[in-house]
């Protein structure tokens, strides 16, 4: 198994939203987009918006950073 930080972006979004137990749709419904526009997150065939990121983060409870890079930010 992947280390989290060694996945892309759509994995990770895949792994919180599977970890908070919601379905694509469920995702989807929270954001306001479809849920092929979460499909295509996870496939890594569409990057979400800076702000679709922002909510994500939100919803999952985790940082921005967590979410783009698999680690919280260091100083």
């Known amino acids: 198994m992947k280390k989290i930080e060694e996945c892309s972006l759509g994995e990770r979004i895949a792994h919180f939203r599977i970890i908070h137990t919601m379905s694509q749709e469920d995702l989807a419904m ?3 987009v479809t ?3 979460v ?3 996870e496939c890594n065939k569409r990057q979400p ?3 679709t990121l922002s909510a994500m983060a939100e919803i999952f409870d985790i940082s921005l950073d967590m979410l ?6 260091q100083k």
């Open 68 to 73: 783009m890079k698999g680690q919280e930010f």
């Open 39 to 41: 499909s295509n997150y």
């Open 35 to 37: 849920r092929q526009a």
């Open 30 to 32: 929270a954001l306001h």
């Open 49 to 51: 918006s800076p702000g």
